[in-house]
């Protein structure tokens, strides 16, 4: 049974933003589903209907088979940690805490015992007495995170935890915060503009855009195979060449490829490392810039009309800019009026 339950729901503010569309999303129990899109997609707006901070303008929301539309968020069995996180800086890291579950009325005593349990469980032991003042960023967003935890909901809403965080903390936090969840077995809906964040911590993603699903699925399959130029220009490093197809043949500038579609215009989709490079006597591309990673090179290829493509090769030190070369794709995917018309 999946626990949250999400029936086309639409959220249209006054002065007429549509915020979310018709949105419809079934997350099952212990699942973490990432919103991924772009800034203004909505992904904030749905996390906060679900949390009961925004009303929707139609549609229903249950959970566990409870319908939770109209209930306002201390009747909702969920649990958010904002976007900018809220902590309470007059209180120290225990009281934080603690005061959601003295609202519900909690022995002292055990109070005390939950709240050593989750501090231990987000790496904050011994933390109880400091002012929230006196800690690091990733430390202020862990008791965000225990402070939502220690409720013990049933759905966790995460809106952009680590935003404000440098990337190695983030990558860390994330990290942690899918340990404790698949520990917990916690049902997590986790929003994020990082594709890279949606691709390592997600059990499924959602792709938004203009507060409707532009795609849903495992984070491997969207990525793999996008079924729009949106989702394919998104998630991760795409080359994204328009062009004309005629006679199964595509063009772009000097640069054509057999495509067995119908002639007009198309959208050709090749990733970096699905693009290899040879010499070639007769050069479709130059070469404008190599970038040698250690692990991988990237090299910055243009066309004979600007296009700017990015190949992923191994050895970047067989490469130099103003060196000419041939592109041969591996994979590609082709798209026309925005929906997926081929893939190899
Ligand atoms: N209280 C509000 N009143 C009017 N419009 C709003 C309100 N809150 C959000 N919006 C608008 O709704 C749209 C979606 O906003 P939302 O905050 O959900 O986006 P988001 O995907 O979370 O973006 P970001 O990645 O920047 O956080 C935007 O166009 C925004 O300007
Ligand atoms: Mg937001």
């Not at 729901?9 to 933003?17: D, I, N, P, Q, Y």
């Not at 109070?111 to 003042?133: C, F, H, P, Q, S």
């Not at 795609?215 to 991760?236: E, L, N, S, W």
């Not at 699905?274 to 243009?302: E, M, N």
């Amino acid at each position: 049974m999946s626990v949250l339950h999400i029936a086309e729901v639409t959220k249209t503010f006054s002065g007429g933003t549509h915020a979310v569309n018709s949105f419809s999303l079934d997350v099952a129990d212990g699942e973490l589903v990432c919103l991924l899109g772009p800034s203004g997609s909505g992904k904030s707006t749905l996390l906060r209907m679900v949390g009961g901070f925004e009303q929707p303008t139609s549609g229903r929301i249950t959970i566990d088979g409870e319908d939770v539309t109209h209930l306002p968020p201390e009747r909702r069995p969920t649990g958010m940690v904002f976007q900018s996180h809220a902590l309470w800086t007059h209180m120290n890291v225990f009281k934080n805490l603690a005061f959601g579950l003295k609202l519900r009325r909690m022995p002292a005593g055990e109070i005390r015992e939950k709240v050593e349990a989750v501090l231990e469980l987000v790496g904050l032991a011994g933390y109880g007495d400091r002012m929230t003042n006196q800690l690091s960023g990733g430390q202020q967003q862990r008791v965000a995170l225990a402070r939502s935890l220690v409720l013990e909901p049933k759905i966790l809403l995460l809106d952009e935890p680590f935003a404000s965080l440098d990337q190695h903390l983030r990558e860390r936090l994330r990290e942690e915060v899918r340990d404790i969840q698949q520990r917990l077995g916690i049902t997590t809906l986790f929003v994020t503009h990082g594709q890279d964040e949606a691709l390592s911590m997600a059990d499924r993603i959602v792709v938004m855009a203009n507060g409707k699903t532009e795609q849903m699925g495992r984070p491997d399959v969207v990525y793999r195979d996008p079924k729009t130029p949106f989702v394919a220009g998104f998630i991760g490093t795409m080359n994204l060449v328009e062009g004309e197809v005629t006679n199964g043949q595509f063009t772009r500038s000097d640069f054509t490829f057999p495509l067995p579609i119908a002639d007009g215009p198309a959208t050709l989709a090749i990733r970096p490392e699905a693009l290899d490079l040879t010499a070639s006597d007769t050069p479709k591309a130059t070469v404008h810039r190599v970038t040698d990673y250690g692990s991988h090179g990237l090299v910055d290829l243009d066309l004979a009309d600007g296009t700017r493509l990015k190949s992923m090769v191994a050895h970047p030190d067989l490469f130099r800019t103003g060196q000419g070369v041939d592109l041969k794709p591996r994979a590609v995917a082709a798209y026309r009026n925005n929906q997926q018309i081929f893939r190899s």
